[in-house]
């Protein structure tokens, strides 16, 4: 049983090796799991997902291997033999309410309940849709999915509606940490992470408690040690496109920024529309007031890490010519600008939250990614590990 879901997690991408799985076996021979399917299910989390961003592949490899109830629409039905009444009554017993046990009553008792399941699954012969007594969705039989029935089994729904089935087989609460999907402030966070560089600097005023204990243990008596504050001394800009097309990107452009502003001490933040141009501004509204880029050339060392964030959609003129720009008559086109920046700060990424599938079919951004040395990457959460490595380097 455990070998084939071993496999299909390798076969979902999640990085599972065998030292994880002898883990697995080890802690059910310890009897950690014990006739408890929630227990085994935080145990094999547990031992096989290292990392938060394959827990939701995880999550879809467990309700697909061993809740398989989830594919009972068709004429072949489902084996009833291999239906986890265990693990039902056990899920019963731990999240239902007293008042709904008394419902469950109603029908007979919980045995009752898996019996008719049962007989009716035997009965039936395929799809069914709407009423009280078969299988299917959007009724009021007690087992199905989409319908009412506060002593309901739920058999293949993707979440649930009334919150009042016995057993939840589609839950997937880390749906967000997925790699590969656009993420919200909490893992953006946890992303830029890679990127601070911890120094100990200004006064010494945090508690040493291993310097004291060393001190104390040397002189005899109490020597209370204190340190400067520990600090992120990583030093970032970062450049928003705003505007047209961004104005589709907003939500998730805002949750990069607040997660950015929180991680970094040392932050600055400008604006600029489509393409960078001789001038950006750090308040939209007062658009008017803009600063000089050669400025920030001369203020900013090479130390600091760019961030461009920003779709790259625009035309192709607007990056190649002078006077491209819709806003006014640019002097230089956008391209001498980029080069400019790249060629001053060593250590530039540009976060795009086009879809990357996408990419290959603006030629604005193809243009973009060439004059960026192909540092270019989508604003997912495996995108922004992979930005951090490039600026940490």
Known sequence: MLIPFF?????AKVPVTLREFLDLLGGMEAGLADFDVEAFYFLARTALVKDERFIDRFDQVFSQ??????????????DVETLPEDWLRKLAEKHLTPAEKALVESLGGFDKLMETLKKRLEEQKGRHQGGSKWIGTAGTSPFGAYGYNPEG?????????HRKAVKVWDKREFLDFDDSREIGTRNIKIALKRLR????????????LAGTIRSTAEHGYLDVQTRPERRNAVKLLMFFDVGGSMDDHVMVVEELFSAARSEFRHLEHFYFHN??????WRDNRRR???LPVTDILRSYGPDYKVIFVGDATMSPYEITHAGGSVEH???EPGAAWIARMTGHF?????INPVPQGHWDYTQSLVIMRQLLNDRMFPLTLQGLEQATRQLAR
């Open 329 to 331: 008559w640019n002097k």
């Open 153 to 161: 089994v739920r058999i293949g729904q993707e979440g649930s509606r």
């Open 197 to 208: 560089r911890w120094v100990r600097e200004g006064a010494a005023d945090e508690l040493d």
């Open 275 to 280: 393409c960078l141009y001789e001038s950006v």
């Open 65 to 78: 291997h061993f809740r398989g109830l989830t594919a009972i629409s068709g004429a072949d039905g489902v």
């Open 288 to 290: 008017s007031e803009r």
């Open 7 to 11: 496999l299909k997690l390798r076969q």
């Open 346 to 350: 060593h250590r530039v990424a540009w």
